[in-house]
């Protein structure tokens, strides 16, 4: 049978792709995280949902892989299931089932919607980041940040904070600093296609200090990024403009 892996995009319908509400509406189980569980359980009451909560990836795939044995399933992550997401380890583990067909499904990762959100940061060359050291350690973490600063990229820092991590975004808008001038525009979205978004611009200096939480996603600009009518715009450099 078969295991769609899909990116489901904020949580609303309206981010949601057409393939990724399809190829859920095919599928006769839905498996993810018990967040993102109750996100689509509003959208699909009548599908058949397993989840797991967080730290209990491993269990929640090899339960969607052995499922996918005798029906169809749909392995949901947000955003998008390559980024940060479930099929990296859901193809690491399909080894053991052979007879299992495996298909991602794209959806909207929040570099993406975050970006419109707050108009246009990603314009040019982007480096996407996250904070969280559960899988990277953080010295691998600050020679990442510290090389896409140099490089001047755009940064989109994903996971910024947790109640175990509260002091990262701070640590990182430290590096920053190191080669990023304190005028620097930012720009921070929180809860993206869910009840409560927001998005905010602000300085460099300003984002050392915000108060970000784990459904939040951070947009450091580079050295052309500016403000235009209230939004954090990257430009490419077109000419005669």
Same mark, same amino acid.
Request: glycine fraction near 8%.
């Given at each position: 049978?078969?295991?769609?892996?899909?990116?489901?995009?904020?949580?609303?319908?309206?981010?949601?792709?057409?393939?990724? %509400?399809? @190829?859920?509406?095919? =599928?006769?189980?839905?498996?993810?995280?018990?967040? #993102?569980? %109750?996100?689509?359980?509003?959208?699909?009451?009548?599908?058949?949902? #397993?989840?797991?909560?967080?730290?209990?990836?491993?269990?929640?795939?090899?339960?969607? &892989?052995?499922? @996918?044995?005798?029906?169809?399933?749909?392995?949901?992550?947000?955003?998008?299931?390559?980024?940060?997401?479930? *099929?990296?380890?859901? #193809?690491?583990?399909?080894?053991?089932?052979?007879?299992?067909?495996?298909?991602?499904?794209?959806?909207?990762?929040? @570099?993406?919607?975050?970006?419109?959100?707050?108009?246009?940061?990603?314009?040019?060359?982007? *480096?996407?980041?996250?904070?969280?050291?559960?899988?990277?350690?953080?010295?691998?973490?600050?020679?990442?940040?510290? *090389? *896409?600063?140099?490089?001047?990229?755009?940064?989109?820092?994903?996971?910024?904070?947790?109640?175990?991590?509260?002091?990262?975004?701070?640590?990182?808008?430290?590096?920053? &600093?190191?080669?990023? =001038?304190?005028?620097?525009?930012?720009? @921070?979205?929180?809860?993206?296609?869910?009840?409560?978004?927001?998005?905010?611009?602000?300085? &460099?200096?300003?984002?050392?200090?915000?108060?970000?939480?784990?459904?939040?996603?951070?947009?450091?600009?580079?050295?052309?990024?500016?403000?235009?009518?209230?939004?954090?715009?990257?430009?490419?450099? #077109?000419?005669?403009?």
């Amino acid at each position: 049978m078969k295991l769609y892996i899909v990116g489901f995009g904020g949580g609303s319908r309206d981010g949601m792709t057409f393939a990724a %509400e399809k @190829a859920i509406q095919k =599928s006769d189980l839905i498996v993810g995280y018990t967040v #993102y569980a %109750e996100l689509m359980k509003k959208l699909f009451p009548d599908k058949e949902f #397993y989840s797991t909560e967080m730290r209990r990836e491993k269990e929640r795939v090899l339960y969607a &892989l052995r499922k @996918a044995e005798n029906k169809t399933v749909a392995l949901v992550c947000s955003g998008d299931a390559e980024v940060y997401g479930m *099929a990296g380890l859901a #193809y690491e583990l399909s080894w053991e089932f052979p007879t299992v067909e495996l298909e991602t499904v794209a959806g909207v990762t929040a @570099a993406l919607s975050g970006g419109a959100l707050l108009g246009a940061p990603l314009t040019h060359d982007f *480096a996407v980041i996250s904070l969280s050291d559960l899988l990277t350690p953080f010295d691998k973490i600050e020679n990442r940040l510290r *090389a *896409a600063a140099m490089a001047d990229f755009t940064i989109v820092l994903y996971n910024p904070s947790s109640k175990k991590r509260a002091d990262h975004l701070k640590k990182a808008c430290g590096i920053l &600093l190191e080669y990023r =001038s304190p005028d620097t525009v930012c720009g @921070a979205v929180r809860n993206i296609g869910r009840e409560g978004e927001n998005g905010t611009v602000m300085t &460099l200096a300003e984002l050392r200090d915000y108060s970000a939480d784990m459904f939040t996603t951070i947009f450091v600009g580079n050295s052309e990024t500016k403000i235009i009518r209230g939004k954090m715009v990257t430009p490419r450099g #077109y000419k005669d403009v």
